[in-house]
C-alpha cells in the first residue's frame, strides 16, 4: 500500500532561514508527489508537483523540491522563510492503476512557525 | 484563476440525520473527489468520480455515503444517516485528468451533535 511519512509534527524556523521539511514515501512503483500547503480555516493550495522528468522542481512562493528516488525523499525547501509561511504542509503521494493516479494519499502535516 | 467552491462552509447537523454537502468543480474539470480531515488527524480519501460514476473509494465510503453528479456544475456528497464520528472537515476536488493534480475547495465542517 502506499503511504507518505513526513517526520515532524511542528518545525520552528527564524525569518529568514532556511526551511527543509521532509516526507519520504514507500512504493514499488513510480509515484507523483505532491507538496499542499493549508492556512488556517482554508482548504489545501498545492505548491508543487512531481511527475516525470527534472527531479528538482519549483513550486509557488518560492519552494521547492527534490524527488530522491535512492532515498525514496521528496523534502520541501525555501531558502529565506518569511512570515506568510507560517500554515501546515502537506506532503502526499499517488500512484498510478488501471484509473489513473486518483487516490492521493496524504501525509499527518507538519506545522511551520516562522518566528520573527 | 478557476476554483473548487464548497457550500456550506459549516453545517450543524443532529446524529441520525441526513447530510448533502456541495461542490462546484472547476468547469473543464472530467474527475471528483471527496476526501475528509477529522480534527487533528491526517486528510484521508473518500472516493473519486469519473463519468457518471465511482471509480474508487475507501473504506471509510461505506454504505452511509453516496455521490451524485445532479447536473452539469454540481457535485454532492450525501450522509444517509450521520453518527457523532462523521464529525469533520469534508474537501471536494477536482482534476482535468486521472493524472493530473486535484485542485481542493475550502472545505465543509461539519459538525454533528
Known amino acids: 500500500a502506499q503511504s507518505v511519512t513526513q517526520l515532524g509534527s511542528h518545525v520552528s524556523v527564524s525569518e529568514g532561514a532556511l526551511v527543509l521539511l521532509r516526507c519520504n514515501y514507500s512504493?514499488?512503483?513510480?509515484?507523483?508527489l505532491f507538496w499542499y500547503v493549508q492556512y488556517p480555516n482554508q482548504g489545501l493550495q498545492l505548491l508543487l508537483k512531481?511527475?516525470?522528468?527534472?527531479?528538482l522542481v519549483k513550486g509557488i512562493n518560492g519552494f521547492e523540491a527534490e524527488f530522491k528516488k535512492s532515498e525514496t525523499s521528496f523534502h520541501l525547501t525555501k531558502p529565506s522563510a518569511h512570515m506568510s509561511d507560517a500554515a501546515e504542509y502537506f506532503c502526499?503521494?499517488?500512484?498510478?492503476?488501471?484509473?489513473?493516479?486518483?487516490?492521493?494519499?496524504f501525509g499527518t502535516g507538519t506545522k511551520l512557525q516562522v518566528i520573527p | 484563476e478557476p476554483e473548487v467552491t464548497q457550500t456550506p462552509s459549516h453545517q450543524v447537523t443532529q446524529m441520525g440525520q441526513e447530510v448533502i454537502l456541495r461542490c462546484v468543480p472547476i468547469?473543464?474539470?472530467?474527475?471528483f473527489y471527496w476526501y475528509r480531515q477529522i480534527l487533528g488527524q491526517k486528510v484521508e480519501f473518500l472516493v473519486s468520480?469519473?463519468?457518471?460514476?465511482?471509480?474508487?473509494k475507501s473504506e471509510i465510503f461505506d454504505d452511509q455515503f453516496s455521490v451524485e453528479r445532479p447536473d452539469g456544475s454540481n457535485f454532492t456528497l450525501k450522509i444517509r444517516s450521520t453518527k457523532l464520528e462523521d464529525s469533520a472537515m469534508y474537501f471536494c476536488?477536482?482534476?482535468?485528468?486521472?493524472?493530473?493534480?486535484?485542485?481542493f475547495g475550502d472545505g465543509t465542517r461539519l459538525s454533528i451533535l
Open positions: 476536488a477536482s482534476s482535468q485528468g486521472a493524472s493530473q493534480p486535484q485542485h
Open positions: 512504493s514499488s512503483v513510480p509515484p507523483y
Open positions: 512531481y511527475t516525470t522528468g527534472a527531479t
Open positions: 502526499a503521494v499517488s500512484f498510478g492503476k488501471s484509473g489513473g493516479y486518483q487516490k492521493v494519499t
Open positions: 468547469s473543464n474539470h472530467l474527475y
Open positions: 468520480f469519473y463519468n457518471n460514476e465511482i471509480s474508487e
